[in-house]
């Protein structure tokens, strides 16, 4: 497995991430309740640069196992209709509690000062190596919800 980088997030001028609640600005807001990990707050998440590959990949906090995951393209995972910048659609039921729960859970880590390196590895077929790696590492946020 590669070692693609640490996670960068979108910071404000005093070097903090830039925070993000999206359910706030939905037209749902007034007649839906947000899932468990809809309200954030969420950052957005821009870098390294990412392959558009299919495969698994791997999250570490300082250098633990957290997460692991399989992807058909490693960069929309990573961007802007995945885990990198959560839509308000995603907060409610219907939508992708994982990227809130995630975006979120990356956020944290970084806001306590701790590092979030992404691993790869290119792979037609990634279920069973995404299983295979589970069961290995057993990565915390892969298995609390």
Request: net charge positive; with cysteine; hydrophobic share 30%.
């Amino acid at each position: 497995m590669r070692e693609l980088g640490s996670l960068q997030l979108e910071c404000d001028a005093s070097g903090g991430p830039v925070l993000y609640q999206p359910h706030l600005k939905s037209k749902l807001y007034s007649t839906h309740r947000p899932h468990k990990w809809g309200t954030g707050p969420f950052c957005h998440i821009v870098g390294p640069v990412l392959p558009e590959q299919p495969g698994v990949y791997l999250l570490r906090v300082d250098g633990e196992c957290v997460y692991v995951g399989r992807c058909n393209n490693l960069r929309e995972r990573f961007g802007p209709r995945g885990y990198g910048l959560i839509s308000p659609r995603n907060c409610y039921l219907g939508g992708q509690p994982t990227n809130c729960r995630i975006n979120h859970r990356i956020l944290q880590a970084y806001m306590t000062g701790r590092d979030v390196v992404l691993h790869f590895e290119a792979l037609a077929n990634p279920r069973s190596r995404e299983k295979e790696l589970i069961q290995w590492h057993r990565p915390p946020w892969n298995l609390t919800g």
